[in-house]
Structure formats: C-alpha cells, structure tokens
C-alpha cells in the first residue's frame, strides 16, 4: 500500500542549514508536498514538486527529489527558533485527490 | 480572513453520544476534504467532496461516520455513538477546481480537537 516515512526528530543550532527526509512508497506519485504545522494552527503548505523536477528552490528552502530511490528531503537554510515546528511530507497520485502524510519530523532550533 | 474555518475548535463529549463539526471552505473552491490526525501522527484522509458529490470515502470511515456537502459551500461531519478511538483532531481541507501554480494545493483549516470521555 501507499506508505510515507519520515525521521522523528531533528534538532539544529540556529543559523545553520537542518536537512528533513522522506521516503515513499507509491511509484505513481506525482505531486509531493512539504507541510509545516506550529502548535495550535492547522497545516501550511510550505513548497511542492512535481515528479518530473529533481530540484526545486524557494528562498531559504531547497526540496531534492530521487524518484528512483523514492527519497524526498527538504533543506532549510539558516534555520531560524521560528522554524521550529512539525513538517509534514506528503504525496498525491495522479488522477487522485488524497493526500497520504507521514508521521511528521519535528524540528527543535536551538541557539 | 477568508481561510477555512472549522466549529468548534474543541469538543469534549462522553462515550456514545453523537457530535457534529462544520467546516467552511474557502469560498471559490469547490472541493472539500476532511482528514483525521491522532497524536504524533499524520493526518489520514477520510472523505472527498467535489461539491455537493462525495466522490470518495477511506475505509477508516466506519458506519458511524457520515459527510454531507448539501450545496456545495460547507461541510458537516457527524460521529454517532463516539468511542474513545475517536478521540483525534479532525482537518478539514479545500481547493480549488483546477490545478495551480501548487499543484492543486489544499488548504487547511484549523481543526477540531474532539476528546470522547
């Protein structure tokens, strides 16, 4: 079945880069997102790629995309305490409206 | 603010009874999703409408569970007869009909956070 997998748990000192995987399972993905989510607000989409792209900048965020290895990461550099949150991966299928998330990688900033 | 909008935000609700939550969408948008998130997970999708048609439903949507989108604008989901599994925060999304420059992105919503006692 579709399956998302994210680490658990990342903590960076502020100001340097934090680097968050995924790996996925679903071959016919062709949207994959990155949200975040701070504590009482509902989830931001923060960037996307389509499964075409192997890169894709934004500002301070860089998304890598292996589709061969079904491996997804998001880089955020000069972190900063307000990146401290929870970020969501997650993918959609073609021809689907679902979304199917993993477990969520919180990131701790510290100074 | 013309985001999604979920009532309420917090239910607390003793074991069997029936609970109701709204969700309004964003208003140009025409589809609607409804997620469910447990603690230390993510969400897992329930329910997709394409205005008022429920066009797909998870199979964790058990026969307790019932989606309405009458006309197409909000969004009701009922729980009858609440067990303590339910208790999660429930998400509720929406988007626009075509594709954009996100990539269909959907927009959530707060959230209601129902704890079954």
């Known amino acids: 079945g579709e399956d998302v997998e994210q680490s658990l748990f990342l903590s960076v000192r502020e100001g340097d880069s934090s680097v968050i995987n995924c790996t996925y399972t679903?071959?016919?993905?062709?949207?994959l997102y990155w949200y975040k989510q701070e504590p009482g607000a509902g989830l931001q989409l923060l960037t996307y790629i389509f499964s075409n792209m192997d890169m894709k900048q934004d500002q301070r965020l860089t998304v890598l995309l292996n589709k061969k290895d079904k491996h997804l990461s998001l880089r955020i550099a000069d972190t900063q305490t307000g990146d401290s949150a929870i970020y969501f991966c997650?993918?959609?299928?073609?021809?689907?409206?679902?979304?199917?998330f993993g477990a969520g990688t919180r990131l701790a900033v510290h100074p | 603010d013309t985001g999604v909008s979920q009532d309420p935000r917090h239910k607390i609700t003793k074991r069997g009874q029936n609970v109701t939550f709204r969700c309004d969408p964003i208003s140009e948008h025409n589809r609607l999703y409804w997620y469910r998130q447990t603690l230390g997970q993510g969400p897992e999708f329930l329910t997709y409408f394409q205005n008022e048609a429920q066009l797909e439903k998870s199979r964790l949507l058990s026969d307790r569970f019932s989606a309405e989108r009458p006309k197409g604008s909000f969004s009701t989901l009922e729980i009858q007869r609440t067990e303590q599994g339910d208790s999660a925060m429930y998400l509720c999304a929406s988007s626009p009909a075509t594709s954009g420059r996100m990539g269909n992105e959907q927009f959530f919503g707060p959230g209601t956070r129902l704890t079954v006692l």
């Open positions: 997650a993918t959609r299928a073609g021809g689907y409206n679902k979304l199917i």
């Open positions: 679903d071959s016919s993905s062709t949207y």
